[in-house]
């Protein structure tokens, strides 16, 4: 064990590889936070999260001018009691986004640090569950794409050994229900497919979407009302079939215990850069386990791979490469299932050389 002598700060700007539009929004920008903290010994831990296009300032701000410092001279070990001190620190700005986002580069820095210094990969020092998940792909499943593209898109998918791909909905309720059901033919039954509103629809609308999507067999109906409807959510789920599957939204632990206990929900997509790291994902995930329900969590493939195989009921990890450029190595692929990496940490290898030359302007901070 040994005390965080220096934390670095820094944030890329990365651009999607393909036009991303849901039902509410364009995904146009990741802005991608990276914190590098050094502990005595010498051990680095590399932590990150991210933002879709707004924002990364202020996570930025907010990780120089109270996170960091708060932690210089804790015991980099100290994973548990850190994360609660610092929770407590930014009391006054949580529960939300900009305070999570900032929390989870930290936290899984710790992780990382932590997992190197004992030689261990990520997936077997939090829990050792999984040996491979499998893969669906949202890449070509956006709201804008034409239908025969999405066909096409599921097609080269399924031939690539993956076994389901995500489809946005969110059109006049006729035009999903064509487009899902000309994925459907062209895949068949063995082939899951899964639907995202993006919290497009009010409560009425949602049971209605999801009367006419029971016939198409998919498998889940995603983020279908606002997220912090948990009544919206329990009325839904009582009026169909469908699993339902929230998370990607939620910023805190407490809320996911909330849409469990009030059975509002059938999936957790619980998302490391939006909970505020490893340390409450994990309380998320076994949480979820006592209920009987998987997690399926969102975007971060590369990070996510290593957590789904640590637990016992993680079902899917979601497929939208976006760390190619920031790293040498990919994330392994077989039979249309994601491997964690074995290597010491959080089996990610960044290629910082890559990342000096696309740091943002003013975001390169050093604290100590």
């Keep these: ?26 995904f146009v920008s990741q802005e991608t936070p990276i914190v590098r903290i050094t502990d005595a010994d010498g051990a680095v831990g590399v932590g990150y999260s991210y933002t879709i296009g707004t924002g990364g300032m202020s996570v930025m701000k907010l990780l120089e001018l109270t996170l960091a410092p708060a932690i210089i001279g804790r015991d980099a070990y ?8 610092l ?7 949580t529960v939300g986004a900009i305070t999570a986002i900032a929390m989870a580069a930290i ?22 569950a999984q040996k491979a998940i499998p893969l669906y792909t949202t890449e070509g ?5 034409e239908q025969s593209a999405l066909v096409e898109d599921a097609l080269r998918a399924k031939a690539d050994g993956f076994a389901g791909a995500k489809l946005k909905v969110g059109r006049p309720i ?15 039954p063995g082939f899951e497919i899964f639907t995202d509103a993006n919290q497009a629809f009010a409560v009425d609308e949602a049971i209605r979407r ?32 469908l699993p339902i599957a929230v998370g990607e939204s939620l910023y805190s632990h407490l809320h996911f215990r909330e849409y469990l206990e009030r059975h509002a929900c059938s999936i957790v997509q619980v998302d490391v850069g939006r909970i505020g790291g490893i340390t409450p994902w994990l309380k998320v995930a076994h949480m979820a386990e006592c209920f009987n329900i998987a997690v399926c969590p969102h975007f971060l493939m590369e990070l996510h791979v290593s957590l789904c195989a640590a637990v ?29 990496s074995d290597a010491p940490g959080l089996g990610i290898a960044w290629d910082f050389e890559a990342i000096d030359r696309m740091v943002v302007d003013g975001s390169r901070t050093v604290v100590s």
């Design 107 to 128: 936290d899984t820095a710790l992780w990382d640090l932590k997992a190197k210094k004992l030689g261990l990969p990520l997936h077997i020092l939090a829990g050792g």
């Design 78 to 85: 100290d994973i548990e009691k850190i994360w609660r001190d």
């Design 87 to 93: 929770l407590f620190l930014t009391h006054a700005t």
């Design 141 to 145: 499943g956006w709201l804008h794409l």
């Design 312 to 340: 016992p009921n993680a079902r899917w990890v979601e497929y939208i490469p976006q760390l190619d450029d920031l790293t040498s190595e990919r994330m392994t692929i077989r039979d249309g299932k994601a491997i964690p």
């Design 174 to 188: 006729h035009e999903d229900v064509k487009r899902i059901s000309a994925v459907r033919e062209a895949v068949g």
């Design 210 to 241: 999801a009367r006419a999507y029971e016939p198409l067999d998919i498998g889940w109906l995603e983020e279908p009302l606002p997220a912090d409807d948990i009544e919206g959510h329990k009325r839904l789920v009582e009026h169909t079939s």
């Design 1 to 26: 064990m040994a005390k965080i002598v220096r934390v670095e700060l820094l944030m890329v700007d990365l651009k999607p590889k393909v036009k991303r539009v849901d039902a509410i929004q364009s």
